[in-house]
């Protein structure tokens, strides 16, 4: 399956996750929604985790099409890593500014730092969809 020529192009990655890390904010800038319902234990940790799994596939489409040819995925793993955990320790702190949430919580770091690994590895498995 080929995608579409816009789809090789590292901007539109770098586009969307650009439009990934403003979400983030946004949401980050907000009170935590209402609870309503059953409340399942520790479904923000599978929040923090399925949203930085989408952030770190992404990232890693933009730098993978950066060099599409030859992609040196050590460099690509490295990147990645650093700047989503960069990104999950501002998100913490950010919220920590904001009224009626609490930032700061190093579970929530975790589950941001284990899901950015597994968006890479995954990527890593489903980057030919890109090639």
Known sequence: MK??????????????????????????S???PVKTG???????KVAHFGYFFGGSGLLSAFLFRRQASEPDWLRIFTIVILLMTAIGCLDEFHQSWVPIRTGNDSQDLTADILGSIAGFYVFKRLHRLLA
């Open 3 to 28: 995608l579409p020529t816009a789809a090789r192009s590292p901007w539109l990655w770098l586009t969307a996750y650009l439009l990934w890390f403003s979400t983030l904010w946004y949401l980050s």
């Open 30 to 32: 907000g009170p935590v």
């Open 38 to 44: 059953v409340e399942i234990p520790h479904l923000d």
